[in-house]
């Protein structure tokens, strides 16, 4: 059974009052201390924009437990991919950090300020968030759940079990042995000497939130139609800075089934560094 | 031979009972208890409560009864008391565990007496609160295979516990607060009215002459256990390698820390009841204390973590029964029969 924990599709039927109204009440709230992006010039209005994460193997639109290929011509399939986004600004023409406020499913601002993108969850894969209107160089985010919530409280490692969605224990993204949350989940099954074996990646730990820059152009309007389109590559995941094709999708156990060590670290530094998330042209 | 007894003994204090327990600060609806909500024997510490979740009667009342209800599994084979009986010190008898649909945990259950000390849980001390520790059986697909939700919603069914949580916590079932019962009622099982016990009270004719040397044999140099299985607990609340294994399959304390150094290394648990909770070690491979006094004697496994203490040393025949003898003397029979710990 799929479960739907959001529900976008009725932001761009509320008129403008509203979703002011849901800036202002993040100006009052101790979990947004950063709140909405201040006024700047004459843009006085936050309008929201609309993030959507569409996921790729290269250029072949991502199904789940659909067979694809990696760059090296592994070919694997995906049963479960999920990450939580974090820590989402906008890059203006100065190289200023623009923060954006996250919407949750009432339309008002993140308890956490975190999404989880679940691609067994339809809609999931749209962020809907309020900034300030104009032309911005790039955006940049993180793959993780912050050590501290808004309020200077545990929230990477609290106890998950007051927390609410998205970080709810039952989101099934959460350390029990270890408490503290899945960043990325990436499970599935890869083609290894003639036969299907299951890769199972989970990867968290403050050392590896994954702070991602996206550049390119971004335009938010001053109206309700903003959007911005990000490709997740997942084969950008197998690939390091340098070429290599790490974590190897056709290797050992170890290669395959990791939550720690070489294999966790390249994929934190491939999905920083290896263009996992871009612009969408 | 004089026997360090200050090694495990932290003062000579009367029976204290934790009766207030920041009452002020809980959020019960119910009033200061009656009768004391722990006794803390003498020579234990006074325990610390976390500020989120003052210990009250109503508290633990509702844990317990979460603690022994087999509908926190989803098949409702298993309760967290299927794993740690009373008759065991609140330890499992099996190697390993066994939970929703026959399925093999894979480590040994442990005693849970005296968690209220503890600051970290399971072999590899990977939780640092028991709120948190409350979680991890439930969800675990081996053992209750449970969501919280739906723990909420089969206990949200049934009016009498609605009416604990609104009495416990004011409020309506919900995650948090089955997690946050759990660990009050775990808090209270507390242990430390052993016949070693009362020879630290100056009860000298409660050990036996056997079980006297048994004691100088484990505070003594030649088997050393007490460098680890120091203090009122019993534990240094440590990890080490004791060589149990070449090549550990569970890497331990290695799993939290992701340091190789700490491969093979678990928690140092606690000694107290210690007859009752066989088998032993984290993955319950070793049956009896003999089988243990064995392995110390040994020295061990070569591995490169293994602890500089484990090394091979002789005991006499005689020897090894007054240490498994002083061992025995760690029971509390009051402990294990208890009625306000029973179902």
């Known amino acids: 059974m799929i479960r739907v924990r959001y529900r976008y599709h009725v932001l761009f039927a509320l ?8 800036v202002l009440a993040a100006g009052c709230r101790k979990d947004t201390p950063s709140g909405p992006p201040a006024p700047a010039g004459n843009d006085t209005a936050a309008v929201p924009l609309a993030i959507t994460f569409n996921a790729f193997a290269g250029n072949a639109p991502f199904l789940p437990d659909t067979v694809m290929t990696t760059e090296n011509g592994i070919q694997y399939k995906v049963q479960r991919l999920r990450f939580y986004i974090s820590q989402l600004e906008l890059i203006d023409s100065s190289g200023t950090h623009v923060p954006v406020t996250l919407l949750d499913s009432a339309m008002q601002p993140a308890t956490y300020g975190i999404a989880l993108v679940d691609y067994g969850i339809p809609g999931s894969n749209v962020l809907r968030v309020l900034t300030r209107r104009g032309r911005y160089n790039g955006i940049s985010m993180a793959i993780g759940v912050p050590r501290l919530a808004f309020d200077g409280s545990s929230l990477n490692h609290g106890d998950a079990s007051t927390h609410l969605p998205p970080l709810d224990v039952d989101a099934d993204m959460y350390w029990g042995w270890k408490p503290g949350y899945i960043f990325l989940k990436i499970e599935g099954f890869s083609y290894v000497a003639k036969q299907w074996e299951q890769f199972v990646y989970h990867i968290g730990e403050d050392k590896r939130m994954m702070s991602i820059t996206a550049s390119g152009a971004v335009t938010v309007p001053g109206d309700s139609s903003g959007q911005l389109r990000l490709k997740a590559n997942i084969n950008r995941l197998f690939v390091t800075p340098s070429g290599n094709y790490l974590p190897n999708l056709a290797g050992e156990l170890a290669d395959r089934v990791a939550n720690s060590g070489g294999p ?10 290896s263009g996992f998330i871009t612009i969408q042209q | 031979m004089m026997i360090p007894r200050m090694h495990h003994r932290y003062g000579r204090r009367a029976l204290v009972l934790v009766a207030a327990c920041a009452l002020a600060s809980a959020c019960s609806t119910s009033g200061p208890p009656a009768t004391p909500l722990i006794d803390v024997p003498a020579g234990f510490p006074q325990p610390h409560f976390p500020d989120d979740n003052a210990l009250t009667s109503d508290r633990i009342a509702l844990g317990k009864k979460l603690f022994y209800d087999k509908q926190l599994s989803r098949t409702g084979e298993v309760a967290c008391g299927s794993c740690h009986l009373q008759e065991n010190a609140f330890a499992d008898p ?8 026959g399925q093999l945990g894979k480590r040994n259950a442990p005693s849970l007496a005296n968690m209220v000390y503890n600051t970290s849980y399971f072999w590899d001390g990977g939780v640092p609160t028991l709120e948190q520790q409350a979680i991890q059986p439930i969800i675990n697909p081996l053992e209750m295979n449970m969501t919280l939700g739906e723990v909420v919603s089969r206990v949200a069914a049934d009016p009498a516990y609605v009416d604990m949580f609104r009495r416990a916590y004011n409020s309506e079932p919900r995650p948090e607060f089955v997690t946050k019962a759990i660990a009050s009622f775990v808090r209270t099982l507390v242990s430390g009215h052993s016949r070693y016990d009362r020879y630290e009270q100056g009860d000298t004719t409660a050990l036996t002459a056997s079980e006297l040397r048994g004691m100088n044999i484990f505070f003594g140099e030649k088997a050393e256990c007490f460098h680890c299985h120091i203090g ?34 678990f928690k140092v648990p606690t000694l107290r009841n210690i007859a009752l909770t066989a088998p032993y070690m984290h993955d319950g491979s070793f049956e009896t204390l003999d089988a243990v006094v064995n392995h110390y004697t040994s020295g061990g496994q070569k591995n490169p973590n293994t602890d500089a203490v484990i090394r091979p040393f002789t005991l006499t025949a005689q020897e090894r029964t007054d240490l498994i003898a002083f061992l025995g003397s760690l029971t509390d029979e009051q402990f294990i029969t208890d009625t306000k710990f029973r179902k």
């Open chain 1, 15 to 22: 008129p403008a009052a509203l979703l002011l109204s849901a």
């Open chain 1, 264 to 273: 966790a670290d390249s994929l934190v530094i491939n999905g920083q560094k």
């Open chain 2, 94 to 101: 099996r190697p390993l565990s066994i939970g929703v649909n």
């Open chain 2, 232 to 265: 009122f607990n019993f534990t240094n609340n440590g990890y080490r390698n004791n060589g149990i294994y070449a090549t550990y399959v569970d890497k331990g304390r290695e799993l939290i820390t992701e340091d190789p150094a700490d491969e093979g290394k």
